[in-house]
């Protein structure tokens, strides 16, 4: 148990559906991230979230969306996905001390598949 | 476009010996490095951490830094074939107010009984 927990562990969802990703650390943290990791591939930023505020956004198509409504939650919201849009996703959180960060502390993830 | 490089392995060793994972960055002025594991299927674990030049020991594991080569290896001593898994070496990036962890691609280990 690494104090981040991400719901649902596995999702199946059709190109047309609505979803959303949840994420929640227990940490204190006030940072807090979604990666995207897929077969044979590097884990890939996609939102940064420093004290509530998005400071990245690495070009991800907006069918992704994401939501953090405390320095605690974190959401990602998905509508109209792509088949190539399934992978692990995961949520991490890390503590911005200065100049340094604390190291990433990761969920269990999402397992996606878009059918 | 700032990379980490890893050699994807697959990586066998035996088990007693000692496993070497090695990993190379872009961003010159990159402070902190990170060492995951990662088991299939599973989220990925943090092993070590290193800021500083040179080496930095914890049990079986050993990470060492060389900014100026702008390089970062892992060393696990006596492997067991519960190592056996991915490990991601990740470097943390800032820029100005941004930040951003980018991880390479992972190095597979298979520690052979």
């Known amino acids: 148990e690494t104090g981040v927990t991400q719901t649902p562990r596995h999702l199946v969802m059709g190109m047309t559906n609505k979803k959303s990703l949840k994420c929640e650390q227990h940490?204190?943290?006030?940072?807090m991230y979604w990666y995207k990791q897929s077969a044979k591939k590097p884990l890939e930023l996609m939102f940064v979230y420093n004290f509530k505020e998005q400071t990245e956004n690495n070009s991800v198509p907006s069918r992704f969306s994401p939501e953090c409504p405390n320095s605690s939650h974190l959401f990602l919201h998905l509508h109209t996905l792509q088949p190539e849009d399934s992978a692990l996703y995961l949520c991490?959180?890390?503590?911005?001390?200065?100049?340094?960060?604390?190291?990433?502390?990761f969920g269990q993830g999402t397992r996606l598949t878009v059918v | 476009q700032k990379e980490v490089e890893q050699n994807s392995g697959p990586l066998s060793v035996p088990e007693g010996a000692i496993a070497s994972l090695n990993c190379t960055y872009s961003?010159?002025?990159?402070?902190?490095f990170f060492w995951y594991r990662q088991y299939s299927g599973k989220s990925p674990e943090l092993i070590m951490f290193i800021y500083s030049n040179g080496d930095k020991e914890d049990g079986r594991f050993t990470a060492q830094l060389n900014k100026a080569s702008q390089y970062v290896s892992l060393l696990i001593r006596d492997s067991q074939p519960s190592d056996s898994a991915t490990y991601l070496c990740?470097?943390?990036?800032?820029?100005?107010?941004?930040?951003?962890?980018?991880f390479g691609s992972g190095t597979q280990l298979t520690v052979l009984p």
């Open positions: 961003d010159r002025g990159s402070q902190s």
């Open positions: 990740a470097v943390l990036e800032i820029s100005g107010s941004a930040r951003q962890l980018t």
């Open positions: 940490l204190g943290h006030n940072a």
């Open positions: 991490a959180s890390s503590q911005e001390v200065g100049y340094w960060n604390t190291e990433a502390f």
